[in-house]
């Protein structure tokens, strides 16, 4: 997946020099800032910032500040480059959460695996759920909003489990856990599996998922993640209950209703370029075809006004 750095370089002296110590990396894609221009850039929220704090006519600490007051960069890395080696000016950069300050003239060698370093880094420290090791909510906002700016087409599918509290209720939390973990490792292995360019599986929280994907036979892919759902989840239930087809809870007045098994649910939402204007906009779309799913019963899937389901007996 490329890595967009954005460089705050008003005469392009550490532009420059980073284009050729990054000209083999294909997958990071280096774009220079104007200051004049940081506002306006700031909303195509990149992976890395740079800031030449020598060659811009703004204090650099400004800078910081300014980048942290847009929610969407609040994760995003900031390296600043500077010739002043003083300690209070380190101490007051750092405060301004910055992730580090190379000093000029820089050492190509460096700067290029301090560089690397952090988008690993960050990349790793957005896995934050951790249940399932998969990112979050501030993240999946983000990865939204890139794709919506990109104009490109993708496809939002939105994942949850039907009857997970009864599940809890039976048979404890423990194993509640075990089967939300299941079923992130079932997404991402499909998901995964069709080796898509920029694919992102995102965990909402409790039994609640995402997935982000570009054109793709999105049928398809439902089919696949519902299928190796089917074919998992049988070991999370005794064999009673398996053989029932459902599970029995009291309910709040004592009185046992049956709930059938614990299935999932996929609402999928196509996104064409320029048809959404922002995360909002897709999700309520979301909540809508996923509730069709969930009308269906057992494992089911729905994609915008369209209809599919798989049946098992």
Do not use: W
Not at 121 to 128: A, G, K, P
């Amino acid at each position: 997946m490329y890595k967009d750095i954005y460089i705050i370089d008003d005469n392009n002296t550490i532009y420059e020099q980073l284009k050729k110590i990054f000209i083999k990396e294909d997958e990071y894609i280096l774009k220079r800032i104007e200051t004049s221009k940081v506002e306006d850039e700031m909303k195509n929220i990149p992976d890395l910032i740079i800031i030449n704090a020598d060659g811009i006519n703004t204090n650099a600490i400004d800078i910081c500040k300014l980048i942290r007051s847009y929610h969407d960069n609040s994760i995003t890395p900031i390296i600043v480059i500077s010739s002043n080696t003083e300690k209070e000016f380190i101490i007051e950069v750092l405060k301004n959460e910055v992730e580090n300050i190379i000093k000029y003239p820089i050492d190509e060698e460096y700067a290029y695996y301090t560089i690397k370093n952090i988008l690993r880094l960050i990349q790793t420290n957005r896995r934050v759920s951790p249940l399932t090791g998969l990112p979050g909510n501030v993240q999946i906002q983000v990865e939204i909003k890139k794709r919506i700016l990109r104009k490109k087409e993708f496809a939002v599918l939105y994942l949850d489990l039907d009857n997970f509290k009864e599940y809890n209720d039976i048979y404890g939390f423990l194993k509640g856990d075990e089967v939300i973990k299941f079923t992130a490792k079932t997404i991402l292995k499909v998901i995964h599996k069709y080796e898509l360019e920029e694919t992102f599986v995102g965990h909402i929280g409790g039994d609640d998922f995402i997935a982000i994907i570009s054109k793709a036979d999105y049928d398809k892919i439902c089919q696949d993640i519902l299928l190796h759902y089917e074919e998992g989840i049988k070991q999370y239930f005794t064999e009673d209950d398996l053989e029932k087809g459902y599970f029995e809870v009291a309910n709040r007045k004592g009185i046992i209703e049956q709930f059938p098994l614990t299935s999932l649910s996929i609402g999928v939402v196509t996104a064409k370029p320029g048809e959404y204007k922002n995360s909002l906009e897709i999700g309520e779309v979301g909540a809508q075809v996923k509730h069709l799913a969930k009308t269906q019963i057992g494992n089911a899937y729905a994609i915008n006004k369209r209809r599919g389901n798989i049946n098992y007996n």
